[in-house]
Antibody
Framework: EVQLVESGGGLVQPGRSLKLSCVAS????????MNWIRQAPGKGLEWVAYISSGSSYIYYAETVKGRFTISRDNAKNTLYLQMTSLRSEDTALYYC???????????WGQGVMVTVSS | DIQMTQSPASLSASLGETVTIECRAS??????LAWYQQKPGNSPQLLIYDANSLADGVPSRFSGSGSGTQYSLKINSLQSEDVASYFCQQYNNYPWTFGGGTKLELK
C-alpha cells in the first residue's frame, strides 16, 4: 500500500524558516517524481514544487521561487521542503504527492499544517 | 501559465441525480487533465486521469470527457458519499494548475 506521511509543520513567525518532510513507503520511491502542493484554509489547491526521481529536474511556483527548496533522499525514501522567509500567505496545509510531467498526482499524503503568524 | 476555470463553484443535487462539472483551460492541454475528489477533512484523491480514464477503485458512476480546452466530470446516480469538493488539474505544462473547485452538496 502506498503511503506518504508528512511532518515538520507548526506555528512559525513571519520571516522564519521551517523544513517539512514526507516519508514514502509501498512503492519504489527512487523511480518517481514528487511534489509539494498546498491548500490555504478554506481555499483551493496550489502546486508548490516538483523534483524528478533523480533530482535532475526541479521546478517551483513563482510564489515560492527563491524562498523554498525541494530536495529528496532516495536512500531514506524521504522528500523535503525547506521553507525560508515565510510569509502569512504561506499559511496552508502542505501535501506531498507523487506525480510528474504528463502524469497526474496519483497518491497524496494526509497533509501537514504550516501557520505563519506573529 | 495555463488558467483552469471550473464551474459551477457550488452545486446542490438530490440523491440519484446526475451532475456535471465543467472545466475550461486557457489553452489546449491535449487531454492531460485530472479530476480529484476531496471529502471534508481528507486529502484529495485521484478520480479521473487523461481526461477520461477512471483511477483504480473509483466507482463507474464517475466519468470524464472532453478534449482541447473543454472538459467535464459527470456523476451518475448521485450517492451520499459523493458529497465532496471536486478539482480539475492540468498536467500538460509546468506550472501545473488547478481549477478553483466545485463544492457538491445534497439537496
Amino acid at each position: 500500500e502506498v503511503q506518504l506521511v508528512e511532518s515538520g509543520g507548526g506555528l512559525v513567525q513571519p520571516g522564519r524558516s521551517l523544513k517539512l518532510s514526507c516519508v514514502a513507503s509501498g512503492f519504489t520511491f527512487s523511480n518517481y517524481g514528487m511534489n509539494w502542493i498546498r491548500q490555504a484554509p478554506g481555499k483551493g489547491l496550489e502546486w508548490v514544487a516538483y523534483i524528478s526521481s533523480g533530482s535532475s529536474y526541479i521546478y517551483y511556483a513563482e510564489t515560492v521561487k527563491g524562498r523554498f527548496t525541494i530536495s529528496r533522499d532516495n536512500a531514506k525514501n524521504t522528500l523535503y521542503l525547506q521553507m525560508t522567509s515565510l510569509r502569512s500567505e504561506d499559511t496552508a496545509l502542505y501535501y506531498c504527492a507523487r506525480g510528474a510531467t504528463v502524469v497526474p498526482f496519483d497518491y497524496w499524503g494526509q497533509g501537514v499544517m504550516v501557520t505563519v503568524s506573529s | 501559465d495555463i488558467q483552469m476555470t471550473q464551474s459551477p463553484a457550488s452545486l446542490s443535487a438530490s440523491l440519484g441525480e446526475t451532475v456535471t462539472i465543467e472545466c475550461r483551460a486557457s489553452e489546449d492541454i491535449y487531454s492531460n487533465l485530472a479530476w480529484y475528489q476531496q471529502k471534508p477533512g481528507n486529502s484529495p484523491q485521484l478520480l479521473i486521469y487523461d481526461a477520461n480514464s477512471l483511477a483504480d477503485g473509483v466507482p463507474s458512476r464517475f466519468s470524464g470527457s472532453g478534449s482541447g480546452t473543454q472538459y467535464s466530470l459527470k456523476i451518475n446516480s448521485l450517492q451520499s458519499e459523493d458529497v465532496a469538493s471536486y478539482f480539475c488539474q492540468q498536467y500538460n505544462n509546468y506550472p501545473w494548475t488547478f481549477g478553483g473547485g466545485t463544492k457538491l452538496e445534497l439537496k
